[in-house]
């Protein structure tokens, strides 16, 4: 037998084990240090049809993001504010973990947590979506849809939205109060206010106690705990750990001044891609 072919049939009999051999000598199969991050790129402004749109690639986990403006009359318990819908779309084609039919669990949860990343960043003030107070609002429509999911989808649906956000213009609305007008001007345009970047950074813990960077899909499936980190700026917005393994105060504080030094990369990237939109 070929010593590749060996190789493969070990790690689909034991794949634990399999990644086990490589992290004792601090390397993952990949290639990557634990502390590495898979490269990124970062497109803006691709989608002509979309108001703001970006696409993010995370080794080979691809977000397109796009946003759609539409008109719409504020909550009658938020007079002054619009709407920000991020919804995460996690299609067949992008996992052989998805099926077609309605959005899965993931899907769900991925959607509520970026709209709470978001909102606690401050990275939008919803008032300034807000035309007039109890009659008229922005709602801006994010659609998050994921083309492959090899791991760390937050981390990469976070700063898509970011990005798409930040390539938004929305056009002069004015509104007749008497008549109940609305007169939409495309031709004056101005730029949607965006305050702060949150940027989004996945750890995955594998056999309790190693800390694994940025991990792919089956670093994710084979780990005993993932734990996602939203940094704004020097500040920590939130932290996402659904179940499995516990890490120490000193394990998050160290995945925590990770997550604090990706953010500047990530910041630069997409300030990056923004200066060669305008040119």
Not at 1 to 14: E, F, G, Q, R, V
Not at 68 to 95: F, H, I, M, Q, R
Request: hydrophobic residues 35%; negative net charge; contains cysteine.
């Amino acid at each position: 037998m070929h010593s590749l072919d060996m190789a493969a049939s070990y790690k689909t009999i034991h794949p634990v084990k399999y990644y086990r051999d490589f992290l004792a000598h601090d390397i993952r199969p990949d290639g990557r240090s634990l502390q590495k991050f898979r490269p990124m790129s970062i497109n803006v402004g691709s989608i002509k049809t979309a108001d703001g749109s970006a696409i993010v690639k995370i080794g080979n986990t691809t977000i397109v993001c796009g946003v759609k403006a539409e008109l719409a009359t504020p909550k009658p318990e938020e007079p002054n504010l619009g709407y920000l819908v991020p919804n995460v779309e996690l299609p067949p084609l992008c996992s052989p973990k998805f099926r077609p039919g309605p959005p899965s669990d993931q899907a769900q949860v991925s959607s509520n947590f970026v709209a709470e990343a978001v909102a606690n960043s401050g990275c939008l003030d919803l008032r300034d979506l807000c035309i007039v107070p109890e009659r008229l609002a922005w709602v801006l429509h994010c659609d998050l849809i994921c083309l492959d999911h090899d791991g760390s989808l937050l981390d990469a649906c976070i700063t898509a939205l970011v990005a798409a956000l930040r390539t938004v213009e929305l056009p002069h609305v004015s509104y007749d109060t008497d008549t109940e007008a609305t007169v939409v001007s495309k031709d004056k345009k101005s730029k949607l206010k965006v305050n702060s970047s949150p940027v989004a950074t996945t750890y995955a813990i594998f056999d309790d106690e190693i800390i694994l960077t940025d991990p792919t899909n089956e670093e994710e499936s084979l780990s005993s705990g993932i734990v996602t980190i939203v940094v704004q700026g020097d500040k920590l917005c939130s932290v996402h750990k659904p179940g499995g393994s516990p890490l120490t105060e000193m394990q998050l504080q160290g995945c925590i001044s990770g997550a604090s030094k990706r953010a500047e990369y990530i910041n630069k990237l997409v300030d990056t891609a923004l200066a060669s939109l305008k040119t």
